[in-house]
């Protein structure tokens, strides 16, 4: 028998995992039995014009298509969208649920963001046209010099995150691992685990061959459903370049370089599986650090597998995953 919790905050579902592991159609079948609303939780579903590639769903998700490829679009923005949203959604009286791979985003949402300045167009404009005159690697040497800690999970190549932290840096003359150190910070609002019984998911093939076989087969759809052509239409526009957050995304990438000349078609695809692979592997070592996460493990038919399966729990083996999600939910009022 499942406890019924006593808790009368309003529930709040994060639904983690890596990519292709099937946290979409979990999701929506969550959202159609606990009549919730879904939150996007992914850096490349926000981009207008990138459909095939980030696997945009059918079914009705917020933050989808509100930024154009040429923007950026922040951890901060997300947690101040998805804190918007949250509350929105509990006032329509239906329940939260925030589905992704973006795990940058998530801790964002969950622990809280540092308090660090804004942007600001001054500075970024400097440091742009510092890198246009010395390069990037001149610019990773500043970094290093002020901020260590940071230059060492910034590669000299990833402009962007390198300009943001020689911008925090310029504007507070305090290093940016500093203002992760700081977390949230004294005014810095209510966590959701404050207003919300949060539950957290995560869903995984129990078998990483299992992992890579769906990345593989998702991207050959992906292709034949004519992903080169959506990313030639990105590339024919002439406002939008490789370096851009929109661009940088797996698959959209590998598939430049092809455009631009670098790699023929099969090299780039094999290149964009293999980026994809490493993406989940990253997705997978944050999670396996995720506190409080109840965990669905499923086979190759994407039937709940034995894998950390216990208790009364043990009688869905080789059931629709919904099943055991419904199980983990059950003590929520929902």
């Not at 995992?17 to 919730?36: F, M, V, W």
Request: hydrophobic share 45%; proline share 5%; net charge negative.
């Amino acid at each position: 028998m499942v406890t019924v919790a006593t808790d009368d905050k309003p529930t709040l579902i994060c639904l983690m995992g890596p990519t292709a592991s099937g946290k979409t159609d979990l999701a929506i079948a969550l959202a159609q039995a606990l009549d919730c609303e879904l939150v996007s939780v992914d850096s490349a579903l926000v981009y207008r014009g990138m459909d095939i590639g980030s696997a945009k769903p059918g079914y009705p998700h917020h933050l989808v298509d509100i930024r154009d490829p040429t923007e950026a679009y922040s951890a901060a923005e997300f947690v101040a969208d998805a804190t918007r949203l949250c509350d929105d959604i509990v006032s329509r009286g239906k329940t939260p649920l925030l589905v992704g791979g973006t795990m940058l985003y998530f801790k964002a949402f969950l622990e809280g963001i540092a308090r660090m300045p804004g942007a600001d167009p001054a500075i970024r404009e400097a440091i742009e046209r510092e890198a246009a005159a010395q390069g990037w690697p001149h610019l990773h040497a500043q970094l290093q010099a002020v901020d260590p800690e940071s230059a060492a999970r910034i590669h000299p190549n990833h402009s962007q995150r390198l300009a943001r932290a020689l911008e925090v840096y310029r504007a507070s003359g305090i290093p940016l691992s500093e203002w992760h150190r700081r977390g949230s910070g004294e005014g810095a609002g209510p966590l959701p685990a404050d207003r919300f019984r949060v539950v957290q998911l995560a869903i995984c093939p129990e078998e990483r061959a299992v992992l890579h076989e769906r990345i593989a087969l998702r991207l050959q759809i992906m292709m034949a459903d004519g992903f080169l052509e959506e990313v030639r239409a990105l590339y024919d526009r002439g406002d939008l370049h490789r370096d851009l957050p929109a661009i940088r995304a797996v698959g959209y990438r590998q598939l430049w370089q092809h455009l631009a000349g670098e790699v023929a078609v099969d090299e780039a695809v094999d290149n964009a599986v293999a980026a994809t692979r490493q993406l989940a592997k990253r997705q997978l070592t944050w999670l396996r650090k995720w506190a409080d996460l109840q965990w669905i493990f499923v086979d190759r038919a994407g039937k709940v597998s034995k894998k950390d399966l216990t208790g009364e729990n043990e009688s869905l083996l080789g059931k629709n995953p919904v099943k055991l999600a419904l199980n983990y939910l059950a003590a929520s009022p929902l």
